[in-house]
């Protein structure tokens, strides 16, 4: 399956800083990546579909000024959480689909954020 | 509102025997149904994916679907010490564009 590598692994911010997180297809030029995020003992919810050269959809409820989302290659799509507040401290994972056509989804390692 | 049902757990089997996971999908019009493997601390990785009714094998796995019922289940057979873990059922409407739709997953004990 394709392979997805995030960094970094772990993070830890003051309140009101920005972060970026990477994700990377490293086996496969994935015009589409997904973000969500996964809260302690909670199931992952879809944040948004990011899409190499054009805007991200969100999910509802989720703000896009607030979760930037950079497709600006083939391989790489980044998620900047903006001005980060404690309650924004999850687990944020990527995923890439392995080709075109399939809906089979790999996740990368994940990104622990812990905002102080 | 798109959901994903699973019985949270704890789900305690004996080693060697057969785990049996469940799942249920709100969304008649789903297409694509998987089942992720998640360990405490790590991200999900796939163990099966299945779209048609019936069965599908591999390995100690087995996916059943039932599209009528709107089920899906994962069988583990001659389940491990290391098959302990949260299994994530996961649906989307199929086509590639759309993102996944998880269950809160149901925790595996698998006792030696």
């Known amino acids: 399956g394709a392979v997805v590598s995030q960094h970094p692994s772990r993070v830890i911010c003051k309140s009101g800083t920005s972060v970026k997180i990477e994700c990377r297809s490293l086996?496969?030029?994935?015009?589409?990546m997904f973000w969500y995020r996964q809260f302690p003992k909670q199931s992952l919810m879809l944040m948004a579909t990011?899409?190499?050269?054009?805007?991200?959809?969100?999910e509802q409820g989720v703000e896009k000024d607030k979760f930037l989302i950079n497709h600006a290659s083939l391989t790489l799509s980044t998620l900047t959480v903006t001005s980060a507040h404690p309650e924004d401290s999850s687990f944020y994972i990527c995923?890439?689909?392995?080709?075109?056509?399939?809906?089979?989804?790999?996740f990368g390692p994940g990104t622990r954020l812990t905002v102080l | 509102q798109k959901e994903v049902e699973q019985n949270s757990g704890p789900l305690s089997v004996p080693e060697g025997a057969i785990a049996s996971l469940n799942c249920t999908y709100s969304?008649?019009?789903?297409?694509?149904f998987f089942w992720y493997r998640q360990y405490s601390g790590k991200s999900p990785e796939l163990i099966m994916f299945?779209?048609?009714?019936g069965d599908k094998e591999d390995g100690r796995f087995t996916a059943q679907l039932n599209k009528a019922s709107q089920y899906v289940s994962l069988l583990i057979r001659d389940s491990q010490p290391s098959d302990s873990a949260t299994y994530l059922c996961a649906v989307n409407a199929g086509g590639g564009a759309d993102g996944l739709t998880f269950g809160k997953g149901t925790h595996l004990i698998i006792q030696p």
């Open positions: 299945i779209y048609s009714n």
């Open positions: 990011s899409n190499e050269g054009s805007k991200a959809t969100y």
């Open positions: 086996d496969f030029q994935a015009t589409t």
């Open positions: 969304d008649r019009g789903s297409q694509s």
């Open positions: 995923s890439s689909r392995e080709g075109f056509g399939t809906d089979t989804q790999y």
